[in-house]
């Protein structure tokens, strides 16, 4: 075991859902610290295969550590990139795939990572660390209006322009270089207040902008069109209403255009006793569609 886990949500729906043949080829798209993708695994045969993708290199590492299971096959590449790693792995189409969708416990928990406004990090937040954009580029390089947009579509923040503004005044006194900075100067705008903390929506938004996340999030329907078999499931965690909605409205085009259909009409929350167990599971999402055609 790498040490750090992250436990998987809606797992026992998603290990239901999703394997339809024990015999099968599955995608993890997202992989993390391989928690979905060893629970898939038990339920697979000898013959089954896993195919786990991962834009953080750390995460293949300790996914291989914690599954450590032959039958996983990882690559550390973006999961926008699924059809190219299937040919890698010599694999004509599989039969389902998962989308785990944001980042991983390990990740936040990693000061080093810049993620978290309670540790106190560089402000970094790259799912890719070599990726060049990172946090502290688009927190000390863009316009308080393209600051103001970040916020407002990626976190639905509605205080967006003043604290837009707030960035812009410290950073004319000194670079923004951490978490914690960050945090502090949100918090001159919003105090403190409840449970969930001001800086919450800014640090989400700031990591949708660093990964170009609803980017990649709007190609998930085009890859499950390119690498789904026929009867095969497609399966996606979301866990903000801009990620959950742009999946809904893929879902319904797929489903229009008549070689797919929705295999759980409602959208399937994690229960009481999961939220309780498990605080990071309370805003997911899980929907699933399954290509006919
Ligand atoms: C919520 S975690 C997945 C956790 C995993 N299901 C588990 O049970 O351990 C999301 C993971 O997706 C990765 N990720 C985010 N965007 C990605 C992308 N476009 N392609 C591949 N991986 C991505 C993150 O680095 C993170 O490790």
Known sequence: MSGFTHIPILAKEISDLLIT??????????LGLGGH????????SEKGRIIGLDKDINAITMAKENVNDKRLITF?????????ALKQAGVQGVNGALFDLGL???????????????????????????????????????????????????????????????????RRQAPIETTTALAKIVETVLPRFGKIHPATKIFQALRIEVNGELDCVKGVAGILKKILLKGGRGAVLTFHSTEDRIIKFAFKELCQSGDFVLVNKKVIEPCFEEIKSNSRSRSAKLRVIEKIK
């Not at 043949?21 to 997202?30: K, R, S, V």
């Not at 993708?37 to 697979?44: A, H, R, T, Y």
């Not at 990626?154 to 837009?164: P, V």
């Open 21 to 30: 043949y024990t015999d099968g080829i599955y995608l993890d798209g997202t």
């Open 37 to 44: 993708s060893g629970i898939l695994l038990e339920k697979l």
């Open 76 to 84: 550390n590449l973006s999961y926008t990139c699924s059809d190219e």
């Open 104 to 170: 991983s416990s390990y990740q936040l928990d990693d000061a080093s990572r810049g993620f978290s406004f309670l540790r106190q990090g560089p402000l970094d937040m790259r799912f890719d660390t070599a990726q060049k954009l990172s946090a502290k580029e688009v927190i000390n390089t863009y316009s308080a209006d393209k600051l103001e947009n970040i916020f407002t579509l990626y976190g639905e923040e509605r205080n967006a322009s003043k604290i837009a503004l707030a960035i812009c005044a410290a």
